[in-house]
């Protein structure tokens, strides 16, 4: 069995998978502190991942009936996140490993957001065309194995789609996480009253939300210069001409892509996974597609031991000197 932990942003997460991808205990504990700052706070989140760590890795353990000298290795999320959080991870895990003399095992975060769809007890194998959309992350990838071997074929040109949702929700007053608020706003509204942008003018596969946001400033100054006190209905269509935006986007360049490439089967990751009109719109596009239950969506600790249970271990000492990385490639 793999103990992994996930701090890459501002959930805290501690899961025990097997090594045939059946999860004996997914912890994730949400910062719920963030939603005054109207966004995650680095620094914040460093600081409560270190009084939460312990007691999420305690939990998994014990959800999961295992003791620490019982399982066959450790894995974490290396990078790319906030390096600050991402540090708390691996130096938790770097001493719970060295503790027992157990290997370990470096993730991507975004291969975890892949191997999400490799778990039990309905694992979606390879090849396949993949979608993440998060909060730090958008791109298309085509996945050929359960390892490392995908090559991304389209990613954002600016926002992610995560921070579409948040930023568009800041703009209509609802709270952080952006996403699920302006989704609840949307479900009133008509998707049709608002004509947005949905990036046509980028080629090929890649992503664009900027000219999006822009819009839906522009938008909303003009009807608030109409009438200062807008009616939450119109804020409703606004949302859910708004989401309808972010969800074609999407779907265009995956339908695309699949055209492209001529691979007739799609996952989806990310947190931005758990929209309910992307799922149905996903779902239109192909009939083999692999959706993830909603906590495997959004950051989790099962999804990192699951896409360690393809990675070369390092055994004890050679990752002692492991390090973070917020971006760009791993190291030693």
Known sequence: MILALETSCDDTCAAVVTRDGEIRANVISSQGVHDRYGG??????????LELVG???????????VALPELDAVAVTQGPGLVGALLVGVATAKALAAAHRLPLIPV???????????LAPAPFEPPFLILIASGGHTLLAHVRDHGQDWEVLGS??????GEAFDKGARMLGLG??????????????????FDF?????????DFSFSGLKTALLYKLRELEGIDPTL??????DLAASYQRAIVETLARRVERALEQTGIDRLALGGGVAANGPLRERMRSLVADVDIPPIELCTDNAAMIASAARFL????FPDYLSLDAYATGERGL
């Open 40 to 49: 995650v706070v680095p620094e914040v989140a460093s600081r409560h991942h």
């Open 55 to 65: 007691a999420v890795v305690e939990d998994a353990l014990a959800q999961a009936d």
């Open 108 to 118: 991507d975060h975004l291969h975890g957001h892949v191997a999400a769809s490799f």
């Open 156 to 161: 954002t040109h600016d926002d992610a789609a």
């Open 176 to 193: 952080y996480p952006g996403g699920p608020a302006l989704q609840r706003l949307a479900a009133d509204g008509d998707p049709e009253a």
């Open 197 to 205: 942008p949905t990036a046509r003018q980028v080629a090929g596969l």
């Open 231 to 236: 009616p939450t209905h119109r804020r409703a």
């Open 312 to 315: 070369p271990a390092l055994p």
